[in-house]
């Protein structure tokens, strides 16, 4: 106990950490030699217009991406926030003509909610998230169905208040993609700034021992829920503007590509491990591949299975299984 | 009657970079038993992974009837007829008798792939008939009680038998931990029928029963095997010289730091407090700087009482004040607000939060002295930490290393930092705080718990040891039942005996 002058850090050193280091990085050598290959294809490929074309197909996905990945970062799953963010475009539809701006605001405040519901209930009831998730998918699709006649609706009156969304441009790049890269940088440099910024971590890491330190994993579940939904009804903003109506299953599309952004960026499906850049990285792979695809020919039906596979392959090469005990 | 039917041999093992097992040799003879104590941490469990073909050893070998051999699984230990009584129950409690003692090792029980129900309660009753249990093979496990529960582990253990050619050897890991009174008298009895046609290795830390069913008992130390002993020419008193290593314990447990908490003012105050199903009006005082041990056996509710203190189960009837001021105590998240600390038992899954580094794990309970505002103030962070791992000696590469990479002492350390760096602890309750860990961390525990009483923190402790409780308290609870039976005023130079504190614990 007294040998604090020990070399135990050649000891420690070495065993782990290069393995480590490159696991860490494997999303960004993908993500560059991706776009390599795709250039070598498209010489063009790193053009300004196409380039702004990516942009433009980053921003749901990537808002979906990071507040799933606030979920998953605590060991959990929500299956139903593609499904929230078909419901706010339908919201959006309805009530841009009736209150007008208001309703950009308020959209997301509901997702909130809904969210925070989602949270309340895997807490409280301490069941499963994937299965209350999955209740939770089918309810609100059915609400966004009910709401909409199961029809899409075209937003003419009031579109101004979302049309910024995908109109603008700053330096000639779509403010909905910076808009959403902002808040994914927000979100990290949070989670690195603030004093309890790791809690989501050690929530995914460490749930029994959080609770033992005193914090309330209640609430921690409850807020990432919440997030997750508040992400929810951004993405159906950026959806909306992008469609110039709402449409009852017009994200569900998405919710492969964002599961599968936030586990190929490297987000441990198990919780505890990952982050918001992590994310982005992930997101970005999802999208030059969806354009690298087409590129080459891939019909856009077979793209749900490169994203089905990618999520199952991430997660059978980056998976601790040291932490899991019986795999369910 | 003298031949060796198991042997080790400098046997040793080492996890990364810990020695747990530093040349340990022994012998078991023919319808002999042989008792094995030490300390937690003394490698008892480990020499017993390796007997099982849980762990391989890293040096020395094992010889049955004077051949080498090497377990590389459970099935080539059981193969060699090493039979075992585990620890911790390890039956499946909603299936029957016969399917448990058979678990995997059917045999003619099952042909096709289908029970054969009769053959395989036929071949369990052949079992239970060898200690002349009265056990039906088809009761379901979960009806019988803990000493008959104990009695199938024994009839599985002897299954062994049939697979290999010699007589077996039954290992026997605490079986007396969970039993009392007559069930432990039922043990003896059975455990002296199989010395009949079986060897057994019976492992404790109760050195008046090893004492009272050994032929010869081994003692184990850091690893070590420092002194064997026939039965009758060694006393309790001598085993536990040997297997504490020290004549005086007041040193070892810093009694001389022990300061009187005469006319302190009283911290946290318990009145009629209730569990229901776990214990029943329990009160005491705790003062600032005292240490209240609390002492009772497994089901005495001593566990559930120091959960239930810092609200992480809850309590159906009494009070529990802090300051004078009642606490509605409903989760942890409200103990540790007013400063309530504990130090669970379960350290790697309840203490420390693996895969987070030793500085998060340090303020993971209150970061409010390194914070600015909402914000972590990263570079007094670090400095507090690396003040925390140079202040209680934590061995570690530095503040970023993943926490399980610690052993368990340094682990410990780090949940004790967690506590000590918050400037609210007022109340720090220590359940088993130095199990498993090794004695220089141990007396390291110690050294903390008084510099806590200095301080003026109320430590309630539930420690793994009577020698640990009377040495660290000032006063003493014993519990049986869920009652509180005595109480005693163990200031220094007025302590109890371990006699004293058993007469109301069982």
Redo the contacts between chains.
């Keep these: ?4 002058t ?1 070399p ?2 050649t ?3 070495g065993d782990s950490s290069l393995k480590d280091r490159l696991i860490a990085a494997l999303p960004l050598i993908v993500l560059i030699a991706l776009v390599a290959v795709v250039s070598a294809q498209q010489p063009n490929f790193l053009g300004m217009s196409n380039v702004r074309g990516l942009l433009e197909g980053l921003a749901p996905i990537l808002l979906l991406a990071i507040g799933q990945t606030f979920v998953i970062l605590t060991g959990g799953i929500d299956l139903s926030f593609a499904v929230v963010s078909s419901l706010s475009t339908v919201l959006l539809a309805l009530w841009l003509p009736e209150i007008g701006p208001v309703a950009v605001v308020l959209v997301p405040l509901i997702t909130l909610g809904t969210g925070l519901l989602t949270g309340i209930v895997v807490a409280v009831a301490q069941v499963p998230s994937f299965i209350v998730t999955l209740g939770a998918m089918g309810l609100w699709s059915g609400v966004a169905l009910t709401l909409s006649s199961a029809s899409t609706i075209r937003i003419s009156e009031g579109y101004q208040a979302i049309g910024w969304i995908t109109d603008m441009r700053i330096a000639g790049l779509p403010v909905s993609a910076l808009i959403a890269i902002a808040l994914a940088v927000i979100a990290a440099v949070a989670f690195k ?6 809690t989501l ?2 929530m995914g ?2 749930e ?9 994993t209640r609430m921690i579940r409850i807020a990432a829920f919440g997030m997750c939904g508040l992400f929810s009804g951004l993405a159906g903003l950026v959806l909306a503007s992008s469609q110039y109506s709402g449409g009852p299953t017009l994200g569900d599309t998405l919710m492969l590509p964002a599961i599968a952004a936030v586990v190929i960026g490297g987000n441990a499906i198990t919780g ?2 990952g982050g918001p850049m992590k994310t982005l990285v992930g997101a970005l792979i999802i999208i030059v591949l969806r354009v690298g695809l087409s590129a080459i020919g891939v019909p856009a039906a077979y793209e749900q299975i490169v994203y089905g596979a990618i999520i199952v392959g991430a997660v059978v090469l980056t998976i601790d299984r040291s ?1 899991l005990g019986i795999v369910k | 009657m003298n031949d060796v039917v198991l042997e080790v041999r400098n046997l040793r093992k080492e996890f990364r ?1 810990v020695v747990a097992l530093d040349d340990i040799s022994f012998e078991v003879r023919r319808h002999e038993v042989v008792g094995l104590i030490g300390e937690n941490g003394a490698g008892k469990s480990t020499l017993l992974k390796i007997l099982s073909g849980v762990y391989q050893p890293d040096g020395g070998e094992i010889l049955r009837m004077g051949q080498t051999v090497s377990f590389k699984t459970a099935g080539d230990s059981a193969a060699a007829g090493i039979g075992m009584v585990h620890q911790e129950q390890s039956l499946v409690t909603s299936v029957s008798v016969a399917e448990n003692i058979f678990l995997g090792e059917e045999g003619r029980g099952v042909r096709g792939g289908v029970f054969r129900w009769g053959e395989l309660r036929r071949m369990a009753q052949a079992q239970l008939d060898k200690i002349k249990s009265p056990i039906l093979p088809k009761a379901k496990v979960e009806s019988l009680t803990f000493a008959e529960r104990q009695m199938v582990e024994l009839a599985k253990a002897l299954s062994v038998e049939e697979r290999a050619e010699n007589e077996p050897v039954i290992v026997l890991d605490e079986p007396t931990s969970v039993l009392e009174g007559d069930e432990l008298e039922v043990l003896f009895e059975q455990i002296e029928r199989l010395r009949k046609f079986a060897s057994i290795i019976f492992v404790s830390h109760r050195l008046d029963e090893v004492l009272r069913i050994s032929d010869r008992v081994y003692v184990f130390k850091d690893g070590q095997q420092v002194a064997v002993r026939n039965r009758n020419e060694v006393d309790t008193d001598e085993l536990h010289r040997l297997m504490v290593g020290r004549e005086s314990t007041s040193e070892f447990y810093h009694e001389g730091a022990q300061l009187s908490v005469e006319g302190n003012p009283v911290l946290l105050e318990v009145s009629g407090l209730s569990k229901h199903k776990a214990f029943e009006d329990v009160s005491f005082a705790l003062r600032a700087g005292e240490v209240v041990g609390i002492a009772g056996v497994l089901g005495s509710g001593r566990e559930e009482l120091s959960r239930v203190l ?1 609200g ?1 189960e809850p309590f159906s009837s009494g009070t529990i004040e802090l300051d004078g001021r009642g606490l509605p105590l409903r ?3 409200e ?3 007013v400063g309530i600390g ?1 130090i ?1 038992a ?1 350290r790697r ?8 580094s030793v500085q ?1 794990n340090i ?6 002295t ?2 600015r505002g ?5 570079r007094k ?1 670090a400095a507090e930490a690396d003040r925390w791992v ?1 202040g209680l ?1 934590i ?4 503040r970023q ?1 993943d926490v399980a ?1 610690l052993s368990g ?1 340094n682990q410990q350390k780090v949940v004790l930092a ?1 506590w000590l760096s918050s400037p609210r602890l007022r109340v720090l309750i220590l359940d088993h705080p130095t199990r498993g860990l090794d004695v ?2 141990k007396e ?1 525990v110690y050294r903390f718990i008084r510099e806590l009483c200095a301080r003026g923190i109320g430590v309630v402790l539930l420690a793994d040891t009577l020698e640990e409780t009377i040495a660290l308290s000032h006063t003493i609870l014993v519990m049986r039942d869920g009652v509180v039976q005595n109480r005693f005023d163990a200031h220094p130079g007025n302590k109890p005996k371990p006699v004293d504190l058993v007469e109301g614990m069982v």
């Design positions: 106990m007294t040998a604090q020990e135990m850090a000891r420690w050193l700034t603030l004093s309890r910024g790791r971590h050690a890491l460490a029994k021992a959080l609770l033992m330190s005193g914090n309330s505890g491990v932490r | 970079g810092f992480a989760s942890p998240v103990a540790v607000k504990y669970p379960e899954i309840e203490g420390v939060a693996q895969g987070m998060e303020f993971l309970a209150d970061p409010s390194v914070s909402p914000f972590l103030d990263a962070a140079k000696k061995k570690t590469p530095n290393t990479n002492g967690k220089g961390a390291d």
